[in-house]
């Protein structure tokens, strides 16, 4: 079903009636009420002609502030402990390092993620990777563009340290 949706500006993912009707034939007791349709009158309509007791879909939401709006106003509620959402993630990363190319590096890419706003993503890696961690449970050792992020090196997200390789970090944060 996520492949027939489309994503507004905002992104929410928006439905046809065709696809709404197709995913109650084959989940029947699947809760739509959470689901935005594009136009909510036909169906709406049959539900009242049948006096059928479905949930009510809703119409796609209309928002009243810009998506770079939206988004900066939503970075600021990332749920983690608070002793990660206080990190400072740059003496984190620093404190891993073993030897002056890799703190270079580390400075290097460390400006690029501020300079795109993703320092609230990276502590939320470290929480996420430590979770991981403290659960047990395994990840792959790391795919595309990502490995070439020493600072994802050590974080953990990935086992492969691009200093080794001479992976070009400009590939991932292009």
Known sequence: MVAKARRNDHGDCIYDEQTIIEY???NPT???GKLYIENTE???AALQELGIDLPVIQQEQKHNEKPADMDLRLQSHWHMPDN???IDV???LLEKCQND???ERVKLEYELFEKKNFTKVLQFLIYFVDTLRANNVVWGVGRGSSVASFCLFLIGVH???PLLYNLDHREFLR
Do not use: G, R, T, W
């Open 24 to 26: 109650l034939y084959q």
């Open 30 to 32: 699947a809760d739509i």
């Open 90 to 92: 740059l003496e984190y």
């Open 159 to 161: 086992k492969i340290n």
């Open 101 to 103: 190319q890799e703190q």
């Open 42 to 44: 036909q169906y709406l």
């Open 84 to 86: 990660y959402s206080k």
